[in-house]
Structure formats: C-alpha cells, structure tokens
C-alpha cells in the first residue's frame, strides 16, 4: 500500500512538471513572438530620439550661424530658433510614434484642432508675437531709438515677443503690446540725423520784425548743438492783436532737443531784452453801442 501511495505522488509530481514545462514554452513562444519586436521598437524609438535630438541640433546651429553671417537681428534669430525647435521636436515625436504603429494622421488632426483652440484662446497673444516678428524684420525702430508707439512716447528699451517697453520722458518704464504698435502709426525722432525745435516767439507792435529775425538768427548760431546745415530758420509766423509772431526753428540731434529747446527760449528772452522790446500787449478795439 505505501509502494502504492509513493508511486501516485511521483506521477502527479511528473504531471506538475510537464504542466510548468509547458507554460515555460509557451511563455517563451510569446516572448519570441511579442516580447522581441516591442523590445526592437524601444530601442529603435531610443535611437530615432537620441540620432534626432543630433540632427535637430546641427540643424538649429546651422542656421543660427548662417543668420549670423548675414547680421540678421539678434532677437528675430531667436524668434527663429524658437519656432524652427518647436516644429522640429513635434516631426521627431510624431516619427517616433508612427515606429509603434500609431496612425499619425489622425494624430496629426488632433494637433490641428488642438492649435486652432489653443489660437482661438490666445488669439491676442498670438497677434502680439506675429507684431513682434514682423516689427524686428521692418525694423520701424530699434533699440535705444526715441519714438511715439502705441500712443506711449519714450525711449525704447527693449522689443519683447509680445511686448515692447519704452521709457517715457519722466521715467517710467512703460510696456505696449507689439500688435497696437504694429496697427498705429509710429513716429521715430532717432532715425534722422536731426530734428528741429519749432518755438514761437511774440512781438509788439512797434517792433520792426526784420530787425528781430536778423538778431535771433545770429544769436541761434551760437547756441550749443545746433546744427549748422540747415541754418536755423527764423521767419514771420503770423499776426495777432499783439504784433507780429516768428517762428524760431533751430535744429539739432535728438539727444540734444531739450537742451537746445530751452536754450532757444533763453537766447529769445536775452535778445529781445538786450534789445530793450517793449513787452507785447493785446489791442482790443472795444465800440460802444449809442443809448
């Protein structure tokens, strides 16, 4: 009987052991079948990542150096490079996932209706970084130029891509979205080698005008940083109830308008005092009606 018992343990022993070897096979059939391509596809998906992230590299150095050799704006070279590594890391993604079968059309929709939400939701954004590309390849104005922009008149400190800050005249830093500038007009005073100072001058009627022009525009000659060509013009104006009113325009650079601005104010009120011109009064003809 115990012969018996033994001899059934070691035949379900053997049964156990035949069962294991079987799931082992098996489980190496799907390894072969199933385990190895995934395993091929991971590492080929490693090595698409690692030889693309190189390519991508050598691509974005190249035109970086090539931009450079053609003295292209340093901030719309990186508006480039921005844009051409966005563009460039989502075809090596989308490569990448095409090696594991997925459909990348339909991947390619998603990512379309997914930028059109995404433009939608930050059209205005959007609108300020396009201003801002657009504004650095026309080159209105420039870093350190003086200008009106966006309604704001100041000093420009720096054109952003979305927004330009420019210093306003009592120091304050003051920051205008690139789309309002880019849809006004703007006005650059930096651009030219000069820029003349308009300022009105009154005279009373018993002065003799041409007398005056000939003082102010030898007088306008001597003041600081003017310009000698054009000459400082100095013309009559117009006429009102007090006398005659020049029109006294010196010209000079930019950086120099408010100092040449109030020295002409200066050289107007030494002049005509050294003249001894009376002070101008307004005449008003008053009629009385008869009772």
């Known amino acids: 009987m115990a012969m018996g018992f033994e001899h059934g343990r070691l035949f379900a022993q053997a049964a156990v052991t035949e069962k294991a070897l079987g799931l082992l096979e098996q489980a190496k059939k799907a ?17 698409l990542w690692v030889v693309g992230r190189i390519v991508i590299g ?11 050799r053609r003295k292209i ?12 590594g966005v563009v460039l890391n989502l075809l090596l993604v989308i490569a990448i996932l095409s090696l594991f079968g997925v459909e990348t059309t339909s991947f390619a929709g998603i990512l379309a209706a997914a930028g ?10 959007l609108s300020n970084f396009a201003a801002g590309v657009f504004m650095i390849i026309l080159q209105p104005f420039k870093v350190g130029d003086y200008v009106v922009a966006g309604g704001v008149e100041g000093t420009v400190k720096e054109i952003g891509l979305f927004a330009t800050s ?19 007009t703007v006005r650059n005073f930096s651009t030219n080698p000069y ?32 310009v000698k060509e054009p000459a400082p013009s100095v013309e009559i104006l117009e006429f009102t109830s007090a006398g005659p009113v020049l029109a006294v325009r ?12 109030f020295a002409t104010n200066e050289a107007i009120v030494k002049e005509f005092t050294d003249a001894g011109y009376p002070v101008p009064a307004e005449n008003r003809l008053i009629r009385q009606q008869a009772a």
């Open 195 to 226: 820029r003349r100072v308009d300022i009105k001058a009154q005279l009373a009627h018993s002065v003799d005008p041409h007398d005056a022009i000939k003082r102010l525009r030898a007088r306008l000659s001597t003041i600081k940083n003017v």
């Open 166 to 184: 420019i210093d306003t005249p009592d120091n304050v830093r003051t920051f205008v979205g690139n789309a309002k500038i880019f849809g006004d």
């Open 116 to 125: 059109v939400a995404i433009g939608m939701a930050w059209s205005g954004l």
């Open 31 to 47: 390894a072969v079948e199933y385990a190895v391509p995934i395993g091929g596809k991971i590492v080929g998906a490693i090595v």
């Open 58 to 68: 050598v691509i974005r150095r190249g035109f970086g150096a090539a931009f450079e």
């Open 250 to 261: 010196p010209s000079c650079h930019n950086s120099h308008y408010w100092d040449v601005y």
């Open 73 to 84: 704006d340093g901030t719309l070279v990186r508006y480039l490079d921005s844009v051409m």
